[in-house]
């Protein structure tokens, strides 16, 4: 069979394009990407989910009397002949009883339930935040190691250029090249490998990390007889370096904001209000431990069947009721220590949220400000640094050739190049980092039933 050639050639290129296509397109992950997958895919979110269906479950059935007691049963049977009609006090008695709670507890612990299942969907938010941040930084990572592995590759050729200069100098005695010089550039490319060996590394580590987060998540992973092999998949990151811009870039303007404004953007973070809600609950359960000095009351109705006398006369059958209720004399070792747990559990958490909201105010201060120096250091080094560098190492390579300058220099000038140019890819880097880790501490909940915190709380954090 016979092809037009031409055809041939360009249908072989088509081809060649498609698969080349689909293999990246397995391969690469951007990190809009990345975060989708990570969020979709987060087993946790799931479990969340459940937790909350479970406490809403718990709180309707909180709400509901205990089950009535039913009993059966048959009284004064006489043993010398077990019959049932021979004395009059014999009875089949049928028994209800019924106990009540004690106080309002049932509707607090039903309250106390409700409040408690409210504070997932706030779980949730702040773990898909969480989880932005994380793969934020974990991708990130792994481009950092990316690019720099490029940047290595890309001043490879320089280097080896620069060692075939020198030893051909060296070999044909043109100069002043001395076999120290050869030595040098060889040493500079055996070191230039260890140093893509550990980026290899550290971008293999990261795509590692990445990849946990990546795995599609279902219902069947459950299963034990699962095939796990089904998860291998290998991504790599894009090579275009993402834009994360600041949710709140205002306050990048300001000089230094203060801690009572940061205090009250705080107030609506879902982590915040997850604790806030902790704090309710508990106030809910020193309602519930109070309760406990109320009587438990109980009440309880029989009705007793009597046979008729072996003389065919009749016996009137029995009823009874009455309550029952228990005496809380005794209150100082049990309901008042139960009350005093409950108090400081609840003083307890309402700590644990200051103490959350003053932690995240200073990782604030502290985004704030490395990002400012960033921007700094980004600046100088665009604008100076990189030129100046480039400048050095062409200057350096012109003196030497012309045999007006030092190889040793030229292999510095080149070294410092690349540092330069790596050194303003980390600054790039770590500012999106910081943006990512801002942008989790200033998330923020829109809710009609936002988490207040008191005027005397907020002036406790201090300008």
Excluded: C
């Excluded at 072989?12 to 989708?36: C, D, P, Q, R």
Aim: proline share 3%; hydrophobic share 40%.
């Amino acid at each position: 069979m016979f092809f037009n050639r031409p055809i041939y050639q360009i249908l072989l290129l088509i081809t060649s394009i498609l698969v080349t296509y689909t293999v990246n397109a397995k391969k690469v992950i951007s990190l809009e990407e990345a975060i989708f997958l990570a969020q979709q895919n987060d087993p946790w979110l799931q479990s969340n989910r459940f937790e909350q269906r479970a406490v809403e479950d718990r709180s309707i059935a909180a709400g509901t009397l205990p089950d009535p007691k039913l009993s059966l049963g048959i009284l004064n049977l006489p043993s010398d002949s077990w019959q049932f009609d021979q004395e009059g006090m014999t009875q089949f008695k049928v028994g209800l009883s019924q106990v009540f709670p004690r106080g309002n507890s049932l509707e607090i612990k039903q309250q106390q339930l409700k409040i408690s299942a409210s504070k997932y969907p706030l779980l949730r938010e702040d773990r898909k935040a969480k989880v932005t941040k994380l793969i934020s930084e974990i991708w990130l990572d792994a481009f950092l190691a990316q690019q720099t592995i490029n940047l290595i590759k890309n001043n490879w050729s320089l280097f080896e250029q620069m060692a075939d200069v020198a030893e051909a100098n060296y070999s044909n005695t043109v100069g002043n090249t001395r076999q120290q010089d050869v030595i040098r550039a060889q040493l500079e490319i055996t070191q230039l490998e260890d140093r893509l060996t550990i980026e290899q590394l550290k971008r293999d580590t990261s795509i590692a990390r990445l990849n946990e987060w990546l795995h599609i998540f279902e219902q069947d992973y459950l299963d034990s007889r699962y095939d796990f092999d089904k998860l291998e998949q290998s991504f790599l990151v894009s090579d275009q370096l993402p834009e994360i811009s600041l949710t709140h870039e205002e306050l990048i303007e300001q000089d230094k904001p203060s801690r009572n404004e940061l205090a009250h953007r705080l107030v609506s973070h879902p982590a915040i209000m997850a604790v806030e809600i902790n704090k309710q609950v508990s106030k809910k359960a020193v309602e519930l431990a109070r309760q406990k000095y109320s009587t438990q009351w109980g009440v309880n109705a029989s009705y007793s069947y009597r046979d008729d006398m072996p003389t065919g006369d009749k016996r009137a059958d029995l009823f009874s009721i009455g309550i029952t209720f228990d005496l809380p004399l005794f209150t100082d070792t049990r309901q008042d220590k139960e009350v005093s747990a409950s108090i400081a559990q609840s003083e307890a958490i309402r700590t644990e949220k200051f103490l959350m909201t003053r932690q995240m105010i200073s990782n604030i201060e502290k985004e704030l400000k490395e990002i400012k120096r960033l921007d700094q250091r980004q600046q100088i080094y665009h604008e100076l640094l990189l030129k100046q560098s480039n400048n050095q190492a062409v200057a350096s390579l012109s003196a030497y050739t012309s045999d007006n300058g030092d190889f040793a220099e030229v292999v510095r000038a080149r070294i410092a190049e690349l540092n330069a140019k790596i050194a303003a890819l980390k600054i790039a880097v770590n500012k999106m980092k910081s943006a990512a880790r801002l942008n989790y501490l200033l998330i923020q909940h829109q809710s009609p039933h936002l988490a207040k915190l008191s005027e005397k709380q907020v002036q406790s954090f201090g300008e």
